[in-house]
């Protein structure tokens, strides 16, 4: 394994996805490529583009959460931050299933529809529509130290 990526909305999910990505990249030698998608509505023309400040926003925050996870990593480890513009579900399936990239993780907001009861939105829209290995962390959950694993398949 030589590459994690962290899919991140600077939520307090994806602060916790975050201590995972640093407890795997230390446990097993990887880098952490921290990721975040943006998405600028279309308006009617008569608004100024907002996408400047949404970018120089994403800059500060990618800065900030690139400081911590530097911080945290062990000597010769690497982060480093993308961002793209795009329908989040596509763009983010289309970068998790890039053979460059060993796992991915990402915060779990809970929804409240029937196809997000588990998982929100997001998450339930990446893990339909990418192969890769995905770890997603729950809301409001805590880092705690992996002793077991469990591994669910069904007959697919």
Not at 6 to 12: A, C, H, I, N, V
Not at 41 to 46: A, E, F, K, M, V
Not at 82 to 95: R, V, W
């Given at each position: 394994?030589?590459?994690?990526l ?7 999910a ?14 097993l ?6 990721y975040h998608?943006y998405?600028v ?6 608004f100024?583009?907002v996408?400047?400040y ?8 990618m ?10 990593l ?24 890039r ?7 990402m915060g779990?907001?809970g ?12 998450t ?9 290995n995905l ?22």
């Open positions: 394994m030589k590459n994690i962290l899919l991140t909305d600077f939520s307090e994806a602060d916790s996805a975050t201590d995972y990505a640093v407890h795997w990249a230390n446990a030698n990887c880098d952490i490529t921290l998608v998405q509505y279309s308006s009617t023309g008569s100024i583009s996408e400047r949404i970018i120089d926003d994403l800059e500060r925050d800065g900030k959460a690139l400081k911590k996870i530097r911080a945290a062990n000597p010769g480890l690497n982060a480093t931050a993308k961002y793209a513009k795009g329908d989040p579900i596509p763009t983010l399936s289309k970068i998790a299933g053979e460059e990239y060993d796992l991915v993780i779990n907001h929804g409240g529809s029937r196809t997000s009861i588990f998982w929100g939105t997001t339930s829209g990446v893990v339909h529509k990418t192969n890769a770890l997603a962390v729950p809301d409001s959950y805590q880092f705690k130290e992996v002793k077991n694993i469990v591994l669910i398949i069904d007959d697919e």
